[in-house]
């Protein structure tokens, strides 16, 4: 097996969207980290432009916030297929997915996309609200096949 | 203050390339994750292309874990302008930049993109070994200014 373990998933096999536990790692004090592989785009069939995945960063790592106190990161995968979700001593599966539904549905209400300008964002010409609220709609109109991930 | 951590950083008045600690939390048993801001593009002036941004997520991914066991994730911005580097109870920056500077030299020495096909990966078309190393060339050659965040 490879170091990293998105390597070591067979991309051929697994159903978007979906949401996986990618990896799990405990500390050497006992705290728990536990990295989620949130996909929306099929794998090598489509994926999400980066206008659109800079938005749904921004507004997701907005609002799970006021959901779960226990986030570290959610942050894009180059592939442009999914996110990564990082957690901190958080291991209940079905909240994860009931977290990502609320944050989806505060992202369909949205009137904005926060911190998009210059001094708050690195790229603040590039984001798209109608484009984020797009792929949060498509992912939630697939919320009860989140946790089905193999064919 | 708000939230999440990069908006509250002034992306008007950081220098790149730098690396900088952006957030550090400490779990309830007492272990620390530490999320450093690696940014190879100055905010709203210039970015890396995804393609380039992709392949460098897959080559550090990659190299990284041959020179530390404690690394979480390295994951791109969705502003193209940088990555995030994800740390378990490691809190010595300057290592970490040595261990950045190792695995850039990795990456000009490497003749493949690992994991750069359907099987391993969400979009295996979307690589670019040259940009990738176009990309690490350029913020290896600023190795003296990655310590200087601001102006
Ligand atoms: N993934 C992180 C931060 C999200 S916003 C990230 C943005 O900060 C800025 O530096 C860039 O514009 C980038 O796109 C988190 O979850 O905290
Ligand atoms: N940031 C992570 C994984 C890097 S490779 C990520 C890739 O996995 C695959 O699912 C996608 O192609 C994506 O681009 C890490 O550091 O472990």
């Known amino acids: 097996r490879m170091n990293v373990e998105s390597f070591n998933l067979d991309h051929n096999k697994v159903i ?7 990896d799990r790692k405990t500390g050497a004090h006992g705290d728990i980290i536990v990295k989620y592989d949130v996909r929306f785009s099929q794998p090598n069939k489509e994926h999400m432009d980066m206008m659109a995945v800079h938005s749904l960063e921004h507004l997701t790592a907005e609002h799970i916030r006021n ?5 570290i990161d959610f942050g894009p995968m180059g592939c442009q297929t999914g996110f990564y979700l990082t957690v901190l001593n958080h291991e209940d599966y079905d909240e994860i997915l009931e977290v990502l539904e ?5 992202i369909l ?12 964002c690195g790229w603040a010409a590039h ?3 109608e484009g984020a609220k797009e792929v949060a709609r498509e992912f939630l109109s697939k919320r009860n096949e989140w946790h089905i991930v193999f064919a």
């Open 67 to 71: 959901h779960a106190d226990y986030v």
């Open 16 to 22: 978007a969207p979906y949401v996986r536990v990618a």
């Open 127 to 129: 984001h798209t609200l």
């Open 109 to 120: 209400e949205a009137d904005e996309v926060p911190a998009s300008n210059e001094k708050q």
């Open 102 to 106: 609320r944050t989806m549905e505060d």
